[in-house]
Nanobody, 123 residues
Framework: QMQLVESGGGLVQAGGSLRLSCAAS????????MGWFRQAPGKEREFVAS????????YYADSVKGRFTISRDNAKNSVYLQMNSLKPEDTAVYYC????????????????WGQGTQVTVSS
């Protein structure tokens, strides 16, 4: 499995921005599709965004489309999530995940997970 470590979470006011980072190690990063998920208290873990091996293809949940941007730097073994126009409903623990599959937005489609980073958006 790949080891993943997220950073960049915090407290921000509604309308603000945060940039999450995820550093990967232990496997060939460029062989994995990467994704971000989030989980709010009492709710199931939900898909946020994913990016293909080369970064040429991205996919977003409808709830974040137009506000969030996923990117990756294979030279740095890192994936990022730029979050703009944040809303209180974006409050959750955000997880970075790696998948050997070309498609799939369910948690079971991803093999490796980070420990998560808390994002709190105040109104």
């Amino acid at each position: 499995q790949m080891q993943l470590v997220e950073s960049g979470g915090g407290l921000v006011q509604a309308g603000g921005s945060l940039r999450l980072s995820c550093a990967a190690s232990g496997r060939t990063f460029g062989n994995y599709r990467m994704g971000w998920f989030r989980q709010a208290p009492g709710k199931e873990r939900e898909f946020v965004a994913s990016i293909s091996w080369t970064g040429g293809s991205t996919y977003y949940a409808d709830s974040v489309k137009g506000r969030f941007t996923i990117s990756r730097d294979n030279a740095k073994n890192s994936v990022y999530l730029q979050m703009n126009s944040l809303k209180p409903e974006d409050t959750a623990v955000y997880y970075c995940a790696a998948s050997r599959l070309r498609v799939g937005v369910y948690p079971t489609n991803f093999d490796s997970w980070g420990q998560g980073t808390q994002v709190t958006v105040s109104s």
